[in-house]
């Protein structure tokens, strides 16, 4: 009875990982995309604003890093502090993958790695069409 117990509780564990490196995957992606395109209509937008910041001496770089800035520091700031919440309130769940699955939380902090890396890219993807914008007309 308990080694069909012990099947099932991992089975169930296995399940809810890959669930919830799905939708880590599913909401990185979609938040890169968004940002991507977000950007690249702000860029549009503010293009006679870019290009009078080009005309004042403000090189592209210092736009550049500020957008960056501006995406990441709150993004790196939710989702730090999200793992952090969701590791305090299943604690027990945690103390216990630690010791019985590392490779489990590795995994799951992989994801989050590459899923802000991948945040990261959908602003960088950006860049040429900032410069563009900084051009005159």
Known sequence: MSATESTEN?????DIRTGLIITLVASFLMVAVSIGVNQAS????????????HFLGVPVETVDAARTRAIMSPLLFTAVG??????????????????????SLVTIAAVVALGIALVWLGVRVTRPLLSTAFQPA
Request: hydrophobic content about 65%; proline content about 5%.
């Open 10 to 14: 991992l089975t169930l564990a296995v």
């Open 42 to 53: 702000s860029i549009l937008d503010q293009r006679e604003l870019h290009r009078s910041l």
């Open 82 to 103: 999200s793992a952090l919440c969701a590791a305090v309130l299943v604690f027990p769940l945690v103390g216990i993958a630690v010791v019985v699955a590392p490779l």
